[in-house]
């Protein structure tokens, strides 16, 4: 049982910031991977950004030298910070965590309701 619950989101003008978060609660032993997803009207959702256990980061080319992911263990929350947003940015984004509920255990993966980011002038 894990939750997510993510916010940040909102309308903002090009060229502008968001700082999106997401929490985890629930059973965690450990949290293998945290990332960000979005999915834009009419478009298949796409990975925007992960982070793992060991604090590595991965993103898509577009968003590059833009968007930074980055994670507070203390917390078991995941960050994306958002600068010089686009139109093209505009999509409900999901954070999805994979974790283990317990030493052993099959790692499992959540998702998130989303939150919507809107870039428009």
């Known amino acids: 049982q894990v939750q997510l619950v993510e916010s940040g989101g909102g309308l903002v003008q090009p060229g502008g910031s968001l700082r999106l978060s997401c929490a985890a609660s629930g059973t965690i032993f450990s949290i293998k991977s945290m990332g960000w997803y979005r999915q834009a009207p009419g478009k298949e959702r796409e990975l925007v950004a992960t982070i793992n256990n060991y604090g590595t980061t991965n993103c898509i080319d577009s968003v590059k030298g833009r968007f930074t992911i980055s994670r507070d263990n203390a917390k078991n929350t995941v960050y994306l910070q958002m600068y010089d947003l686009k139109p093209e940015d505009t999509a409900l984004y999901y954070c999805?965590?994979?974790?283990?509920?317990?030493?052993?255990?099959?790692?499992?993966?959540?998702w998130g309701q989303g939150t919507q980011v809107t870039v428009s002038s």
């Open positions: 999805r965590t994979i974790v283990q509920t317990g030493r052993g255990t099959v790692p499992r993966l959540d």
